[in-house]
């Protein structure tokens, strides 16, 4: 009697852990991430038990359940994975110090819940659904900084103290470069591209910082950009006051040394970690501030900048 109430209990956990596999094969690993934000595990688990799974070529997204007609659904994971085969194409991916590995998806979380979009470093992206919904989605910017995270070391590692990560960290370079190639990208592929921070479908990176020279604290601003440090304000409930200056500007100094140089300069740059702005100066065999000023020398003389 005891022996066959065991085959049944086996029967039972065998039975239930075949139920539970595809699921847990699903869930990503969050102790990879180094940054877990406030919600990501709960609101991914959620999504990935009741949501609906869309795949296709380099991506799998996550929808919640009912929330799109399938076709729609479908348009929108085409779109990304167009988007994501023409960034690659731009970067010439794949690189040998790239830390997500070609043959790996990118998967995407359309959560309910309401975050800033952001990047895992564990080759998937969450997003706000209302926003992949209304077509105001920042989901290529997301995307590349998954694509451009190096082998060679991060920011956000154990191995980084908070200072470092602060006072070191060239974070104009780490928003600037994915911002410029998801807009060059978009451009080219006829992609939509909405820039949360104006609001708007404008592309053109130059107007959008110009258009911020006469906000309050611009000048502040300006000196994070082409400098080593992370302004703390970004991170404050003040960030809508210093985000739109700074993402417009460091994208229009990435801008500027990619279309003067190269931005296999840029490319090599984020893949040296802790010497990123270092192997900028090397390659372009210019100081950091002598590029700033060959930069902002294309707003003059209608930006009055010391």
Known sequence: MKDRNL?????????FINILKPVFCQIPDFSRVPVLHDGDSVNIVYL???GVKISEGKVISWFPKDSLTAKQMHEIVTMINTGISAAEKFINAPLPWQLHQSTQPYTFYFRFDRFVSHASQAGFVSIPFWRIKDGKSPWLHEVMHEMLYTKNGSWYSNNVTDKEHDEQMPLWLFEG???YISSEVSLIENLPWFDVFSNSRQTNIDSLF???TGADKFSYILSFIGSKGVMPELFSDDRMLYAPVFYHGSSSFVKYIADSYSIKILLNSMSSFKAEQATIEKLTGKTIEVLKKEWLNKFKPKLKID
């Open 7 to 15: 085959k049944y209990l086996c029967l039972i956990i065998v039975l």
């Open 48 to 50: 990935i038990n009741h």
């Open 177 to 179: 470069l994915p911002d």
């Open 210 to 212: 110009f258009k911020e």
